[in-house]
């Protein structure tokens, strides 16, 4: 093998390891069932969340982590730019000890099961083209925000044309909001559901 072979062997493999110890991004499941070992933030000018998920992979790689989960992203001050929260985890991680809602751009997620025992105020609807979970996450919670809820939950989600636009809607709640009665006699699901449809 002569030296330029040798080099792109070499620089091949380095490619190759660096990528088989890259930080990988978590689901909202996995990352609720582990414990993370540090919490970072980021701030910087970001076309698209998968482009502030990139910079959190980036950073995750550089402080040793074997994967990494984006928990808040907001609007910085008013200079264009965002601040993206993410925890970092270890290979060994520890399992969680509870699970903890998201909050996205200040506003709570909401489990289902917390979110039938809660009477909704209001809802939002957004509809455009989303290229992953994580737009449509950032669109919903700006308009919840809008309206002034602490917490949401995303009700309906379908496609609105051919064209791949989405349309999605969400129950917002207050801060303070109050149990359903239905949660108290234990027929919170179905009339949850029923209220998902006439919502859509």
């Not at 709570?108 to 025992?117: G, H, I, R, S």
Request: charged share 25%.
């Amino acid at each position: 093998m002569n030296l330029k072979n040798s080099l792109l062997a070499s620089a091949l493999l380095a490619t190759t390891a660096l990528s088989a110890h890259a930080a990988t991004e978590l689901t909202p499941e996995q990352a609720a069932a582990l414990k993370p070992y540090d919490r970072v933030v980021i701030t910087g000018r970001f076309t698209a969340i998968g482009d502030a998920v990139k910079a959190v992979s980036r950073k995750a790689d550089k402080d040793g982590a074997a994967s990494f989960y984006v928990v808040d992203t907001s609007d910085y001050g008013n200079s264009g730019n965002w601040r993206v929260t993410a925890d970092l985890y270890k290979d060994n991680a520890q399992q969680a000890d509870a699970p903890k809602n998201r909050m996205i751009n200040g506003i709570m997620e909401l489990p289902k099961d917390q979110a039938v025992e809660l009477e909704p105020f209001d809802t939002v609807t957004v509809q455009g083209f989303y290229r992953s979970q994580p737009e449509v996450n950032d669109a919903i919670t700006k308009a919840a925000k809008a309206k002034g809820a602490a917490s949401f939950f995303i009700v309906r989600q379908v496609d609105a044309n051919q064209g791949g636009n989405q349309r999605i809607t969400a129950y917002v709640y207050k801060a303070d909001a109050k149990k359903t009665r239905s949660a108290k006699s234990g027929r919170d699901s179905c009339r949850f559901s029923s209220r998902a449809r006439s919502a859509g």
